[in-house]
Structure formats: C-alpha cells, structure tokens
Nanobody, 121 residues
Framework: QVQLVESGGGLVQPGGSLRLSCAASGSSFSIGIMGWYRQAPGKERELVATISSDGHTNYAESFKGRFTISRDNTNNTVDLQMNSLKPEDTAVYYC???????????????WGQGTRVTVSS
C-alpha cells in the first residue's frame, strides 16, 4: 500500500507563488507516473500536470508557463511550483501516483488527501 501526504497549500494574494509537495511512502513499492490535479468548488477534478519517472512532463494547456512540476525519485516526492496565481486557481489540489508492489505487474492509482489553495486579496 502507498500513502501520499501533501503539503504547501494556504492563502496567497493574486500574483503570488506557492510550492506544493507530495511525499509517497510505503513498503516494497515502485512508482510510475506522478501528477497533480485540482478541484474547484462546484467543479470536476481536472488534470494540472504529470511527470514520468525519467522526467517527461505533461501539462494541461491552461497551466503551461505558470506551473512547473518536478519529482525526486530518490525521495519519492513530487512538487508543483505555482507562480502568478489567480483567484480562479483557488481549489483543492490533489497528488496522484500510479504505483505497484515489487514484483507485481499491475499498477494502481493512489490519491492524496488534498491541500487547499486559496488565492485572494
């Protein structure tokens, strides 16, 4: 089993920056793609960005240029640097990973508990 712990959310003024972090932990597991999603009030959860184990990134179009995803394979962490934040970025941000137990072919999807980001004056 894999556990995900997110941190870094909070209140920030428009134009400000935040860095979200997610740490994966567990016993005898391997991690594939890691990513960040967000869900605004009354809206569906949407993709922000993903990153593969070799560092290949994929961003949803609306986040290109402002957000940057990165990962540390040694520490099993994935970060999201968010710059030039706007009020419409207000949402709960969720860490997502695909992982498997050692020796098992099938990957499972895991979600963090979410960290809230509020962009307001």
């Amino acid at each position: 089993q894999v556990q995900l712990v997110e941190s870094g959310g909070g209140l920030v003024q428009p134009g400000g920056s935040l860095r979200l972090s997610c740490a994966a932990s567990g016993s005898s597991f391997s991690i594939g793609i890691m990513g960040w999603y967000r869900q605004a009030p009354g809206k569906e959860r949407e993709l922000v960005a993903t990153i593969s184990s070799d560092g290949h990134t994929n961003y949803a179009e609306s986040f290109k240029g402002r957000f940057t995803i990165s990962r540390d394979n040694t520490n099993n962490t994935v970060d999201l640097q968010m710059n030039s934040l706007k009020p419409e970025d207000t949402a709960v941000y969720y860490c997502n990973v695909r992982a498997r137990e050692s020796g098992v072919v099938i990957f499972k999807t895991y979600w963090g508990q979410g960290t809230r980001v509020t962009v307001s004056s």
